[in-house]
Structures are given as structure tokens and as C-alpha cells.
């Protein structure tokens, strides 16, 4: 198996556009998971969704996250509009149901200038 | 909520000696304890985990121990290698609902 992927693996844009980062979890997989990871704040669970329904979401930071997992090896998370403050390195994990273990992504490090 | 404790946050040994990083964790109710290395670069990696009707684990150069009365748990690695210079990372389950807390990172130097 390639693991989980993720895409792009770099971001860089600018303050007030759009950015839509991309996972495909490893198959047959039901829960997915997106972390950001910064110094500051180490890693945080933003959401995570579990064969392809939103369970928790009180980790998004506000409404300018949004989150979307249309079938079972897509997923996206979306900022829009985008702030410096949001330059972090954002993972992607999943796991199955018969086993706790989650299996993180390369990550992409996104800088909003 | 569950909350999970981590030390130290930086630690450096020597070549060749041991280590040991402890967490403690708050929910009686986690069962699940597994230990994250990441790289510089790269997502975090599982390198081994604990469950709560065990007392310890080992892989070779790594263990780790699990005190359920005290809640804390320990990672140990012994005759350490560059290659281990890495943050790593505890973490507990909350509720047994998949989601895990983790802890706030060592980062590991391997001093040559």
C-alpha cells in the first residue's frame, strides 16, 4: 500500500485566497483524521471523520475551515479566506475500525503570506 | 477533558546510552497508549503501543511500560543510535472513541 497521500505537499499563498488541501487515506480505511501541526500549539485534531460522516469538528479553528469527505478515499480541507496565521503543517491521518492505530501522511506545509 | 503530559520536552544522551521519556495522562478510561517518532520533514510514525491489560512491551531496542494506577507510561530506548534523533510523541485514547490526545513532543539528540 502507498500509504496515506497527501497533496500538494507545499503551499504557499497569499493573505485573503483560497487553499484546498487534499487526502486520500489508505484503503479500506474508515476514519480519517486532519491535524495542524505548529511550534506554538503542537498537534491539534481539527476533525475526523469516520466512514465519511463528520464526528467531531470542535478542533476548526472558525468558519473559514471546512472540511469534506465526499467517499471513502478523498478528502479536503478547505480555508478560505487564508491568514499568516493559519501557516502551519497540516497532516492527514486514518485508521481502521479493528485497530487504533492511526497512520499519518507526509503532511503539507502551507505559509500564507 | 483528558489531558496528556509529556517530559522532558528536549533531551540529549549519548551515543550508545539509554533514554527515557514519561507522559501521564488523566481519563482512567484510555486503553490505548502508542508512541509516535517523527522525522524532520515527515508525518508522525508509529513505533510502538501499549494497551491497558499490559504492563510492558518491547521491539527490539525500544519498550515501553504502562502504569495504569499511576496513569503514566514511558518510552525507553536503549543503546541509542543517530538514526533515533527525532521528536516523539505519547498519546492516549479519549473514551475509546478512536481519537487520540497527545502529548506535547520530546525532541531527542543523539550526541555522537
Redesign the interface.
Known sequence: DAG?IQSPRHEVTEMGQEVTLRCKPISGHD?LFWYRQTMMR??E?LI?F?NNVP??DSGMPEDRFSAKMPNASFSTLKIQPSEPRDSAVY?C?S?G?ST????????TRLTVL | GENVEQHPSTLSVQEGDSAVIKCTYSDSASNYFPWYKQELGKGPQLIIDIRSNVGEKKDQRIAVTLNKTAKHFSLHITETQPEDSAVYFCAADMDSNYQLIWGAGTKLIIKP
Open positions: 496515506v476514519y503542537g498537534l485534531l475526523y469516520n464526528i467531531d497532516f491521518a485508521g475500525a487504533d492505530t492511526q497512520y499519518f501522511g507526509p503532511g
